[in-house]
């Protein structure tokens, strides 16, 4: 049975940092493409950052040079590193294998001013 576990988020300051995590069970992450999206109350789900199977990755303009995707394929988890955070990033985070109906629960950024 597959199932993501989300994990890592929480209330920062802005300039602040996090480390959000996708802890995956019944499924081997490092032969899929794994990527973050992001909802914020009353936004559409946005495509924050992208992990394809190869290891190549892309970002959102938004979080570009901000934010890294990576993955631990020892512990089968999906990383997302988030710097320099804003108030702006406050969202609901959630990661997705990408073509599957998998996803993770969603964790709560909150960026406060």
């Known amino acids: 049975q597959v199932q993501l576990v989300e994990s890592g988020g929480g209330l920062v300051h802005a300039g602040g940092s996090l480390r959000l995590s996708c802890a995956a069970s019944g499924i081997i992450i490092y032969i899929h493409s794994v990527d973050w999206y992001r909802q914020a109350p009353g936004n559409q789900r946005e495509l924050v950052a992208v992990m394809n199977r190869s290891g190549t990755t892309d970002y959102a303009d938004s979080v570009r040079g901000r934010f890294a995707i990576f993955r631990d394929n020892a512990k089968n988890t999906v990383h997302l590193q988030m710097n320099s955070l804003k108030p702006n990033d406050t969202a609901v985070y959630y990661c997705?294998?990408?073509?599957?109906?998998?996803w993770g629960q969603g964790t709560q950024v909150t960026v406060s001013s």
């Open positions: 997705n294998i990408r073509a599957t109906p998998y």
